[in-house]
């Protein structure tokens, strides 16, 4: 079984800085792909960034990036320019591939918030 | 177009009651999953359905909770005789198959008085 972990309960930046989140998680899995997810208070998750585990560049997308380290098993996003709207919770997600579904193991968040 | 909908938004019973919750995928998405979001265990898997291959039901937490889908679209989600700690988010997702990416709805807002 897969395991996320997120140490960061509660998170806030001030309103143009940059902030990186963690993630750690626990597999003996070899074909796998990790997830960002955003969660508003509207309650709809939201896609923020995937990464691919036989991918070793990391991941960017616009103010977006991850740091995925696989052999420690760690999968960070950073969040440059941090903008109002960023202001949610932050999910990460492990999906395993091969036979089977694919569902996601979430990590319990982080809440986000940013200060103008 | 249209995302992932499901209704209702909110639900309200009392303990001991039937409730089904409802997920509408989007168009030509195979796939469908349930998770539960509660304060207590977080986000967790429920159930996927495939095409008409088997669900996957090892993520339903008791014989209290199921889950169909008509006609590879519609599905429902069932929980029998609810208990308090069914309070929680239902979350629906979906998407084509062997893709990654997962849509999730806005989910329904369970609370067991």
């Known amino acids: 079984a897969q395991t996320v972990t997120q140490s960061q309960p509660e998170m806030s930046v001030q309103e143009a800085e940059t902030v990186t989140l963690s993630c750690t998680y626990d597999?003996?899995?070899?074909?796998?792909?990790l997830f960002w997810y955003k969660q508003p208070p509207s309650r709809q998750m939201i896609l923020v960034i995937r990464q691919e585990a036989y991918k070793q560049q990391n991941a960017t997308e616009n103010r977006f990036s991850v740091n995925f380290q696989k052999a420690a098993k760690s999968f960070s996003l950073k969040i440059s320019d941090s903008q109002l709207g960023d202001t949610a919770m932050y999910f990460c997600?492990?999906?395993?591939?091969?036979?089977?579904?694919?569902?996601?193991?979430f990590g319990k968040g982080t809440k986000l918030s940013v200060i103008p | 177009g249209a995302g992932v909908s499901q209704s209702p938004s909110n639900k309200v019973t009392e303990k001991g009651k039937d409730v089904e919750l409802r997920c509408d995928p989007i168009s030509g998405h195979t796939a469908l999953y349930w998770y539960r979001q509660s304060l207590g265990q977080g986000l967790e898997f429920l159930i996927y359905f495939q095409g008409n291959s088997a669900p996957d039901k090892s993520g339903l937490p008791s014989d209290r909770f199921s889950a169909e889908r008509t006609g590879g679209s519609v599905s429902t989600l069932t929980i029998q005789r609810t208990q308090q700690e069914d309070s929680a988010v239902y979350l629906c997702a979906s998407n084509r198959e062997r893709e990654n990416e997962q849509f999730f709805g806005p989910g329904t807002r369970l609370t067991v008085l």
């Open positions: 597999t003996s899995e070899s074909n796998y792909y």
């Open positions: 997600a492990f999906m395993k591939l091969g036979a089977g579904s694919y569902q996601l193991t």
